[in-house]
């Protein structure tokens, strides 16, 4: 079965996706092909708005049935949102991983992070290899 | 590629995830394990448990043979048909497997774990030698577990007059041979059902027509959650070799009445026990899960199997701990120390919170 894997997002090597906007925002989430290897997610530990997070640091935690996996900031930045609905619904990260299972919204210190990130090509190969 | 089942491909046309058990391919769920695990608590639904390991023992002396091999007695299996769970246990007390022994006419039928498969016949062979009995495996035998309040329903409901009537009669740990099949009031979820010994050749038509009637096809995923809720232990996962069934929360399956010489006895009754096994819940944020490290005021102990319960809608675990009594523990869960509380398992069944504190 092949992961849906969008062309106009980037991608961390850590599995999660970014999406940025025009402001220097970012908002982030973890992949199809993340979500299906956890299986059925359970809980889901967001980071606080205004905290500050450098690239790669741990900004989250997803529970599944059968594993604990951390959330990693793919950029660098403040935390200036979370998606509240994950901490009643967090099914909403199997069911929709690119759209309502978002996790947080990221105003980047250095758009630059963003050149570190995979393309959707780069992240596929990644996955395939895995 | 591993070993495949009489329903590979009825797997894969349900939109099985796949995976290798123990050098067999088999589904881990069909999309959500939830909501195998929820069709099973609240209506019906099957699992191919045909990688299990079926040996049949026969002749003259096989029960004498099994009240040796076997910690539990057969002896109490007085009707043909009748069923008994037991440990098979090494000469120092360490539960080699645990498995369900039928009466079957004329002998006796063993269902063993399919890890565990080859020492538990190599440990069989090696005791029969000298016994006037005779160790048969059947892998012709596949084995279809349709479980839930629904399940004998469905079942039954494709079976002829008299013999559906007697299924439906059937009590728990009774099954009942028509033909090649044979039906067990037995499962591993804690809800009704029925287990299925029928010919490979039969089982992909009676999955076919059971999935015509609503049967949920669920995977190794939910019925790891649903044995967990259900408070029965896992082999490899909560006992093993060097842990007793005193241990393991499996007295009540030792037989200690009359004298019985059974292999592992002298090293039981010699033996302190100073863990037990009991159940665990958390109702925070998180969820407990095997090795995580577990602090009482009198020592250290270990989760052996975790996970979430879907029916509970929060975390539930199987842990050894030293022996003692507390109402809580403290578990290490991801670099945080929790409480957890202390119950005794079951923790769900039919479809119900049981747990008592």
Known sequence: MMSNTPEELKYATSHEWVKADEEGNVTVGITDHAQDLLGDIVFVELPEVGSLVAATDEAGVVESVKAASDVYAPVAGEIIEVNEKLN?????????????GWFFKIKMSDSADLDNLLAADEYSEQCESE | MGNKTALFQKHLDAGAKIVDFSGWDMPI??????????????????????????????GAEATAFLQKLLANDVAKLTLDGKALYSGMLNVNGGIIDDLIVYRTDPGYRLVVNCATREKDLNWINKHADGFPVEVEERPEIALLAVQGPRAVDKVTSFLKGATAESVRNLKPFRSLAQDD?????TGYTGEDGLEIMLPEADI??????????????????????????????LYGTDMDENITPQEANMGWTVALKDDRKFIGRQALEAKNTSHRLTGLIF??????RGHQEVITPDGKGEITSGSFSPTLGFSIALARIPAGDYKTVKVLLRSKEVEAEVVAPPFVRNGKAVFKQ
């Not at chain 2, 009676?206 to 939910?222: I, K, N, R, T």
């Not at chain 2, 109702?283 to 407990?288: N, W």
């Open chain 2, 181 to 185: 099949w044979r039906f067990c009031r």
């Open chain 2, 283 to 288: 109702r925070g944020r998180g969820v407990l």
């Open chain 2, 29 to 58: 769920h069909y999309g959500s394990q939830i909501e195998e695990h929820h069709k099973v608590r609240r209506s019906a639904g099957m699992f191919d448990v045909s990688h299990m390991t079926v040996v049949d023992i026969s």
């Open chain 1, 88 to 100: 009643d619904s967090p099914e909403l990260v199997n069911s929709d991983p690119y759209g309502d």
């Open chain 2, 204 to 233: 992909a038509s009676f999955w076919q027509q059971l999935l015509s009637e609503g049967v949920a096809p669920c995977g190794l995923g939910a019925r790891d959650t649903l044995r967990l809720e259900a408070g029965m232990n």
